[in-house]
């Protein structure tokens, strides 16, 4: 059973999440906060799998409550919540430590696929703000090839990864390079130990700080 803490300062939001999530077995919603804050709080008490974080909030914001709870608790997931495909406090919450980020208005099979997959190791970034998150990071100077990192993963897994960068799910990967899932499946967890990293979340943002998302 996935225990889950949401936060967001909108009753309504709050109480139409829970709605939705207690739909489903694999899913416990132990507790509702409504500012970062109070999530604090909870998070200390009642130690959830996953913390299900906006971002503007009163008293403490989003970003701040997800910094802290990823210093003091690391095993803790916190999959990010955002109103707007993207701003830049999307990019400062992946900074604090955010292992994902997907729209209020995803789907609700949707918002299952992430809550399992971010608890899973596999972390989340929703299609549709991938591409702003690259542009972001990239900004107007985009970073050298890091030569070693390229010397390190071979010219499959750095195709691989760059698709990755750009929220591309292994099946759409696996088109795009006319290999299976099962394939793209593997190179996805080679690159992941050669990178050193736990999940598509930091793997993209490994790649963006390292100019491997642009070769």
């Known amino acids: 059973m996935i225990r889950l803490l949401i936060c967001d300062d909108q009753s309504f939001v709050c109480e139409g999440l829970r709605a939705i999530l207690s739909t489903f077995t694999e899913i416990e919603v132990i507790g509702l906060a409504y500012d970062g804050e109070e999530a604090l709080q909870k998070v200390e008490k009642l130690t959830p799998d996953i913390v299900l974080m906006d971002l503007k909030m009163p008293v403490m914001n989003g970003i701040q409550a997800t910094r802290i ?21 999307v990019f400062e919450a992946v900074r604090a430590g955010a292992n994902g980020y997907l729209l209020k208005d995803t789907p609700r099979e949707q918002l299952y696929a992430a809550i399992m997959g971010t608890v899973a190791g596999k972390g989340y970034i929703d299609p549709n703000v991938a591409p702003k998150l690259l542009d972001q990071f990239s900004g107007t100077q985009p970073v050298a090839p890091n030569l070693e990192l390229t010397r390190l993963l071979s010219e499959r897994e750095l195709e691989v990864l760059k698709l990755l960068a750009e929220g591309k799910t292994n099946a759409e990967i696996a088109g795009q ?20 990293v736990a999940d598509r979340t930091q793997a993209t943002i490994f790649a963006l700080r390292n100019g491997l998302a642009h070769l």
Do not use: C, H, M
Not at 177 to 195: D, P
């Open 177 to 196: 390079l006319f290999l299976s899932e099962g394939t793209i499946k593997n190179y996805v967890s080679a690159i992941f130990t050669k990178i050193n």
């Open 69 to 89: 709870i990823k210093q003091r608790f690391p095993d803790i997931r916190v999959l990010v919540l955002t109103t707007f495909d993207f701003d830049e406090w």
